[in-house]
């Protein structure tokens, strides 16, 4: 999407579906992280003015609603940094914050920068550096137009705090389009912080995208990630957009799954909704979801004669290497690989039928 000129401009469909994943995981993050920590942060690093044309809600306000309404007492200081470099979208921001702030409990802290993002956080980091302080926990959305202005080495000293993950829009669709164009070259060495994005420029279609998306996965994790998600916005046959989350925390992890599986904003129309894992792609927010790829990742990584405990298949769902999330393995996965005589199940205790207790070992065929 190119940059829109002037204060508000119409909101894209498929804008929607990234925010209504980051409401879904924000209901879980605010009540989970503010139980255990003093100060919780949560940083959008291009926020725009709040809104869109017609009066939809934009990130900053999705982000402040949750927690104005969320239903959890949530202890922890919540500090909100909206970082927009353009002035009246600042300034039409901050207007909106100021009628938020009542709403917001005694605790929370709104703030508003016009700075760039690139700039604000690389001095936010250096200082703590210069400190030797850690960042509070922290959940950093950035959402820009195009690829300009979210360095790897930003997101690397981000990532490099133990409690902080990432939410990253990663334009596919302009990215090829302009893939080629000497201009990008620095802009795209930046973001990924290396030049292997240069050897896919011979490669075409799904072969090029498999390649970027590998690549930065890769250099997430190199960043200090342990787990990196992406799902995807399609318009017909056509990759849109996809969303990339990074964190150290594989209970991060299992609960981004849960908020994308639990979204579905686009129903039957042109739009579609979907999450990737290598080359496998699932159709999300479905009503009957097909589980036959966690199956077959279920039996790829155990199947074989020993036995594994229920906490190590959970653990292996919960991790970026499926799809799926920790509440769709057992009654829908274990539950019929058991009737069907798929797995047998030792539980030195006595268990009813076709439940998976803690301290069972599950032996798949």
Partial sequence: MAAPRGTLWPRDDHTEGKHLVLKEYLKAWFPILGKFNGRILFVDGFAGPGEYADGEEGSPVVAMRVLADHAATIRAEVVFVFIEKERMRAEHLNRLVDRWRPELPPSAKVHVL???????????????????????????????????????????????????????????????????????????????????????????????????????????????????????????????????????????????????????????GDFSFRGGNSDQMVMLGVTEPDYTALRSALLGRFGDTRWVRIEDILEFVRSDETMFHDGQVKKPVLKPMEQEGHIEVNHHRQRRRFTYPAGCRIRFH
């Fill in 114 to 268: 016009e700075d760039s993002f690139e700039s604000r956080m690389t001095d936010v980091l250096q200082a703590l550096e210069d400190q030797k302080k850690r960042m509070a926990p922290a959940l950093v959305m950035m959402d820009p137009f195009g690829i300009k202005d979210i360095p790897l080495s930003v997101i690397r000293g981000i990532l490099g705090n133990r409690q902080c993950e990432v939410y990253v829009t990663f334009m596919w669709e302009e990215m090829n389009r302009f893939f080629t164009t000497s201009e990008f070259e620095p802009h795209m060495d930046a973001m990924f912080g290396t030049d292997a994005w240069r050897r896919a420029a011979d490669m075409a279609g799904s072969e090029r995208r498999r390649h970027l998306y590998a690549l930065y996965k890769a250099q997430l994790k190199s960043a200090g990630a342990k787990h990196v998600l992406h799902f995807h916005l399609y318009k017909r046959n056509g990759l849109k957009y996809s969303v990339f989350f990074a964190t150290r925390h594989p209970l991060g992890s299992d609960r981004m799954k849960k908020a994308i599986w639990k979204v579905a904003p686009f129903g039957g």
